[in-house]
C-alpha cells in the first residue's frame, strides 16, 4: 500500500546510524576526514597488536571514523592555534584504543587458533606467557611510577603516600582537617599525572609527525575533559593580562564552573601537558633517530652490493 514502509525497509533504517545522515562542519572536506581516520590506523594497529587483537583494527576504525563524523557534526572540534584537524583524529583514536582495550582485557577470550592463511598456530605455554607478560606489566608499571614521580613535586608525593599508606578506622565518625584534605587532593593529583603519563606512553611515535600533532595528542593525553579544554584555552594560547582574564570568564560561561575553579586548575592542567609533551618529544626523537639509522645502515648495504 502507499504510505506504507516494508519490515525490510524499516529493519533497515533502524541499523543505519543516524548520525552518518548529517552534514559535517562545511569548513573540512569530507576527503580531509577520512584521509585523518585512515592515518591513525598504524597507531591502532600497533596498541593492538600488543595484545594480540590485529582482527579488532576494522572495528576500532570504523569507531574512530563515526566518532570524528559525529564530532564535526555536533560541532565538538574547534581549530586550536598550532594544533592540526589531523591531532584532533588522533586523540579520538587514542582514547577509543584505550577503551577498547578496557573492554578486551576485562572480559579475555582465546584468539581463534588459525592463522589468516588458514595455517594451524602452535599450541602456547600458557605458564610462561603469563610470567613474561606480568614481568613486562611490572616493568610497565615502573617507567610510569618513574616518569610521576619526576613531574610530581616531592611534597605531594609524599602526601599522597602517607595518605594512602596510613591506617584509618572505617567505621568511627570522621572528619577530615585540612592538612588531610591537602594529602587525598595529593593523591588525585599523582592519579591524574599516572594517568597522563600512562597515555602518553601508549602513543605510538610513528603518529608524531609533526610538532602540531605532538602538541594536540599531548593535549587529549590530559586525564579529563576539563583539563584538556582548560590546557586548549588557557595553557597552550599563552594569554596574560586582560586576554586570559577575558579567556577566563567565557571559559567559566562555557562549562558552567567558576572562574575561581578553572583558574585553580590551569596550574595542574599545564603541568600534565608539559609532562605529557616532554614524553611524546622524546619518543618522537627517538623514532626519528632510529628511521634516520635504518636509513644510512640500507645506504650503506646499497653501496657494498
Known amino acids: 500500500m502507499m504510505g506504507l514502509r516494508s519490515k525490510?525497509?524499516?529493519r533497515a533504517s533502524r541499523t543505519i546510524d543516524t548520525s552518518l545522515e548529517l552534514i559535517p562542519a562545511p569548513d573540512i572536506p569530507i576527503d580531509q576526514l577520512m584521509l585523518a581516520v585512515e592515518n591513525t590506523r598504524p597507531y591502532v594497529r600497533a596498541r593492538l597488536l600488543r595484545i594480540g587483537r590485529l582482527d579488532d583494527v576494522e572495528d576500532v576504525m570504523q569507531d574512530v571514523r563515526?566518532?570524528?563524523?559525529?564530532?564535526?557534526?555536533?560541532?565538538?572540534?574547534?581549530?586550536?592555534?598550532?594544533?592540526?584537524?589531523?591531532?584532533?583524529?588522533?586523540?579520538?583514536?587514542?582514547?577509543?584504543?584505550a577503551t577498547h582495550i578496557?573492554?578486551?582485557?576485562?572480559?579475555?577470550?582465546?584468539?581463534?587458533?588459525?592463522?589468516?592463511?588458514?595455517?594451524?598456530?602452535?599450541?602456547?605455554?600458557?605458564t610462561t606467557t603469563e610470567s613474561i607478560e606480568r614481568l613486562a606489566e611490572q616493568e610497565w608499571a615502573g617507567e610510569i611510577i618513574a616518569a610521576v614521580r619526576k613531574h610530581v613535586s616531592a611534597k605531594k608525593w609524599d602526601w599522597a603516600v602517607e595518605c594512602l599508606t596510613s591506617p584509618r578506622l572505617r567505621?568511627?565518625?570522621?572528619?577530615?582537617?585540612?592538612?588531610?584534605?591537602?594529602?587525598?587532593e595529593a593523591v588525585a593529583i599523582v592519579r591524574q599525572m599516572a594517568v597522563t603519563v600512562k597515555a602518553a606512553l601508549e602513543v605510538d611515535p610513528v603518529t608524531l609527525c609533526d610538532s602540531p600533532t605532538t602538541v594536540a595528542t599531548a593535549v587529549c593525553c590530559l586525564p579529563t575533559p576539563l583539563l584538556r579544554v582548560v590546557a586548549e584555552?588557557?595553557?597552550?594560547?599563552?594569554?596574560?593580562?586582560?586576554?586570559?582574564?577575558?579567556?577566563?570568564?567565557?571559559?567559566?560561561t562555557d562549562t558552567g564552573a567558576s572562574w575561581r575553579y578553572l583558574e585553580g586548575k590551569i596550574g595542574h592542567?599545564?603541568?600534565?601537558?608539559?609532562?605529557?609533551?616532554?614524553?611524546?618529544?622524546?619518543?618522537?626523537?627517538?623514532?626519528?633517530?632510529?628511521?634516520?639509522?635504518?636509513s644510512e645502515a640500507s645506504l650503506g648495504s646499497s653501496a657494498l652490493t
Open 66 to 97: 563515526v566518532a570524528a563524523w559525529e564530532g564535526l557534526v555536533k560541532e565538538q572540534y574547534r581549530h586550536i592555534p598550532e594544533t592540526t584537524f589531523g591531532g584532533w583524529v588522533q586523540g579520538i583514536a587514542v582514547h577509543l584504543c
Open 269 to 294: 592542567a599545564r603541568r600534565l601537558y608539559c609532562a605529557a609533551l616532554e614524553i611524546l618529544e622524546h619518543a618522537a626523537a627517538g623514532h626519528s633517530k632510529d628511521s634516520a639509522d635504518s
Open 233 to 252: 584555552r588557557l595553557v597552550l594560547t599563552g594569554l596574560s593580562g586582560a586576554d586570559r582574564t577575558n579567556a577566563l570568564m567565557q571559559l567559566a
Open 102 to 126: 578496557r573492554r578486551v582485557l576485562a572480559h579475555p577470550l582465546l584468539p581463534l587458533m588459525e592463522d589468516p592463511d588458514g595455517a594451524m598456530v602452535s599450541p602456547v605455554d600458557l
Open 8 to 10: 525490510e525497509s524499516l
Open 171 to 184: 567505621h568511627e565518625p570522621h572528619h577530615a582537617d585540612w592538612d588531610e584534605r591537602k594529602r587525598w
